[in-house]
């Protein structure tokens, strides 16, 4: 099992800058990925970025690429996400995920069901 933790929700202006941490704890040497899922008023959870473990490779949704980052600290078992030009529909509840199953192509972990681990989530509410 892995525990996992954010940190790092607030209210900003469009325009802003915010980051988000989720700190992970447990069986944290079973993690292939991490990644971040959104979910909005009324909206279904959505991918936002993930991050292979291991190798640090990346992939984005389209809405956020070049705005958002997701990073790890493999000492701290944390991974972050660096979100700037917030915009107002980035408004949402964001999740942190941790995967425990190995894929080869890293957009497999787009999809929400081959995480095995979720966070309990942190209000970003970005006004315009």
């Known amino acids: 099992q892995v525990q996992l933790v954010e940190s790092g929700g607030g209210l900003v202006q469009a325009g802003d800058s915010l980051r988000l941490s989720c700190a992970a704890s447990g069986r944290t040497f079973t993690m292939y990925a991490m990644g971040w899922f959104r979910q909005a008023p009324g909206k279904e959870r959505e991918f936002v970025t993930t991050i292979t473990w291991r190798g640090g490779n990346t992939y984005y949704a389209d809405s956020v690429k070049g705005r958002f980052t997701i990073s790890r600290d493999k000492s701290k078992n944390t991974v972050y996400l660096q979100m700037n030009n917030l915009k107002p529909e980035d408004t949402a509840v964001y999740y942190c995920?941790?995967?425990?199953?190995?894929?080869?192509?890293?957009?497999?972990?787009?999809?929400?069901?081959?995480?095995?681990?979720w966070g309990q989530g942190t209000q970003v509410t970005v006004s315009s």
């Open positions: 995920a941790a995967s425990l199953l190995d894929y080869r192509h890293i957009n497999y972990y787009t999809t929400a069901s081959r995480y095995g681990s």
